[in-house]
């Protein structure tokens, strides 16, 4: 059974920062791009950081560049996403997602549940 169980999400203030974790199992962890997604209420989901497989290259949208950081450990089949500076519109559902083709574009073929974090002013 294919599983992506993100943790990490929670409550902070402005200027603060949050480690995202993503575990993935279930498939083969190597041969997926991991993706890093994010919904606020009434909004389309936003794709901000993804991470490619073997190489490693990393891709942010532009309002997270600079502050959030996307790393993968293929030992322990893990993606975490380490967000610093947080601002109140960084306060979103967040969800990683696996897949083939990677980017942020939400064509991804797994999806976690959601952590939620909340940025308070």
């Known amino acids: 059974e294919v599983q992506l ?31 890093w997604f994010r919904q606020a209420p009434g909004k389309e989901r936003e794709g901000i950081s993804c991470i ?5 290259d990393e891709y942010y949208a532009d309002s997270v560049k600079g502050r ?9 089949n893990t993606v975490y996403l380490q967000m610093n500076s947080l601002k109140p519109e960084d ?3 967040y969800y990683c997602a696996a897949g083939v083709r990677g980017g942020l ?11 939620q974090v909340t940025v308070s002013s």
């Open 5 to 35: 169980v993100e943790s990490g999400g929670g409550l902070v203030q402005t200027g603060g920062s949050l480690r995202l974790s993503c575990a993935a199992s279930g498939f083969s962890f190597d041969d997926y791009a991991i993706g």
């Open 52 to 56: 490619s497989t073997e190489h490693g």
């Open 68 to 76: 959030f950081t996307i790393s993968r450990d293929n030992v322990k």
């Open 91 to 93: 306060t979103a559902v």
């Open 105 to 115: 574009d939400p064509r991804y073929d797994y999806w976690g549940q959601g952590t």
